[in-house]
Nanobody, 128 residues
Framework: QVQLVESGGGLVQAGNSLRLSCVAS????????VGWFRQAPGKEREFVAD????????YYTDSVKGRFTISRDNAKNTVYLQMNSLKPEDTAVYYC?????????????????????WGQGTQVTVSS
């Protein structure tokens, strides 16, 4: 059983930055692809970014490319999401998720269905 706990959310003004953290316990963290998703009120949960088991491979949704950076520290069982140049449309609950499957990251389809375990989420609110 894998437990994921997000932190780092908050209220910021547009243009500012936040760094989210996701700490995992249970299982072998370095074997998991880890992703960040977000869900705004009244909207579907959407993919934000994910990172391969080694941390070498990353993938982002177009709307955050160049502004967000995902990284991981396997020694600390932690994945980070550095969010710069935040916009009001980034306002959402942000969730981290772990994919415990063994498939190749190069064939990952980055959809919520790929992920087995989810955190409780952390609220990010960006004011204009």
């Amino acid at each position: 059983q894998v437990q994921l706990v997000e932190s780092g959310g908050g209220l910021v003004q547009a243009g500012n930055s936040l760094r989210l953290s996701c700490v995992a316990s249970g299982g072998t963290f370095s074997r998991y692809v880890v992703g960040w998703f977000r869900q705004a009120p009244g909207k579907e949960r959407e993919f934000v970014a994910d990172i391969s088991r080694s941390g070498v491979g990353t993938y982002y949704t177009d709307s955050v490319k160049g502004r967000f950076t995902i990284s991981r520290d396997n020694a600390k069982n932690t994945v980070y999401l550095q969010m710069n140049s935040l916009k009001p449309e980034d306002t959402a609950v942000y969730y981290c998720a772990a994919d415990t499957g063994v498939g190749s990251y190069s064939r990952h389809n980055h959809s919520p269905e790929e992920y087995d375990y989810w955190g409780q989420g952390t609220q990010v609110t960006v004011s204009s």
